[in-house]
């Protein structure tokens, strides 16, 4: 089966622009997530969609706000964009019935801010 | 507030050695734990999970996690360990009590040497 996708899977933006990143997630996973990588922040979780509802929430600015489709595509959006905010973005879709876990990244969208 | 601290930079071990990648955690309620590894130029990758049930948690790739209520840890460890197991790990938690976000440790490098 098709993985997750993201795009773009890169993008260079200028501080003061807003981005929006899109995912895609595996055919039948109805749960989303959205992480940050940064060498000085290390991996941080942005929020989780289940549904097309925001489950859980991260420690970020409301600068950064997501949503989810009814066909769970889900994208995340910066506004007003700051140096620090340049990062590696992942998306996860995860399927959990009962006991049984299962969770697939995309390769990421590499944001860079100038 | 929750944590997770992976006291480790940096573990070297020789191929068919087991191998042991450390985590500890602290939440106010009962844990959901997570591990996670990051191969070079190949992603992030889920593990395995542990919500509740047997101490001992079986995920990909032959790694196991075995959780410790009293210690507070959820170590990751490999009967016999592979020169391709060298990645990054990252072990994370999250509150069940509350809406919580995950939590990561700032990842455990693991060099094994043939």
Request: net charge negative; hydrophobic share 30%; glycine share 22%.
């Given at each position: 089966k098709a993985g997750v996708t993201q795009t773009p899977r890169y993008l260079i933006k200028t501080r003061g622009q807003q981005v929006t990143l899109s995912c895609s997630p595996i055919s039948g996973h109805r749960s989303v997530s959205w992480y940050q990588q940064t060498p000085g922040q290390g991996l941080q979780f942005l929020f989780e969609y289940f549904s097309e509802t925001q489950r859980n929430k991260g420690n970020?600015?409301?600068r950064f706000s997501g949503r989810q489709f009814s066909n769970s595509r889900s994208e995340m959006n910066v506004s007003?964009?700051?140096?620090?905010?340049?990062a590696l973005y992942l998306c996860a879709s995860s399927l959990e019935v009962g006991l049984v876990y299962e969770q697939y990244f995309g390769p990421g969208t590499r944001l860079t801010v100038t | 507030a929750q944590s997770v601290a992976q006291p480790e930079d940096q573990v070297n071990v020789a191929e068919g050695n087991p191998l042991t990648v450390k985590c500890t955690y602290s939440v106010s309620g009962n844990p959901y734990l997570f591990w996670y590894v990051q191969y070079p130029n190949r992603g992030l990758q889920f593990l395995l999970k542990y919500?509740?049930?047997?101490n001992l948690v079986k995920g990909s790739y032959g790694f196991e996690a075995e959780f410790n209520k009293s210690q507070t840890s959820f170590h990751l460890k490999k009967p016999s360990a592979l020169v391709s197991d060298s990645a990054l790990y990252f072990c994370a938690v999250r509150d069940l009590s509350g809406n919580t976000p995950l939590v990561f440790g700032k990842g455990t490098r693991l060099s094994v040497i043939a």
């Open positions: 970020f600015p409301g007003t964009l700051e140096l620090g905010d340049s | 919500i509740t049930g047997d």
